[in-house]
């Protein structure tokens, strides 16, 4: 789930594998973002062809971020019990999201849909795990 979430979240073209995969499930002749907000699957990550789809353009770069991404909230919580990704304020998750996905905060909600999550508030859940790992690369590289 975590890759899967990491795609919806960082890959910039993930809205194409999304809607090929939304287009496999049938979408008649609605437009894209109206078959987005509407056609709401929810996927059965445990089906491997399905995992295979949704992670179609994951790199190993990709695999082994979620992986650090994760050792830096394990470590956080380590040095302060009081830490968990969940807390993280959903102003500074908005904030890391209209940043990745190239948009303004009234943009979010259709960008969201586009990326297969049931509208900001799944996005804001989906990306909180990433944030701290994400806030701190990008200190790294400041």
């Not at 695999?63 to 500074?92: H, L, M």
């Not at 940043?99 to 905060?105: A, E, V």
Request: a negative charge.
């Amino acid at each position: 789930m975590a890759r899967v979430s990491y795609q919806q979240v960082f890959d910039p073209d993930f809205k194409d594998v999304w809607w090929d995969y939304l287009s496999g499930l049938g979408v008649g002749d609605l437009p894209r973002p109206l078959a987005c907000k509407v056609i709401n699957p929810r996927t059965d990550l445990t089906d491997n062809h399905t995992a295979a789809r949704l992670l179609a353009h994951e790199t190993p770069d990709d695999r082994a971020c979620v992986g650090q991404y994760t050792a830096v909230n394990d470590q956080a919580r380590r040095s302060n019990e009081r830490f968990f990704p969940e807390a993280i304020k959903e102003s500074v998750v908005r904030e890391m999201l209209a940043s990745i996905w190239h948009t303004d905060q009234t943009g979010l909600e259709d960008e969201a849909w586009l990326r297969g999550l049931h509208g900001v508030r799944e996005a804001v859940d989906a990306a909180r795990p990433f944030v701290l790992g994400f806030l701190k690369d990008q200190e790294a590289a400041a």
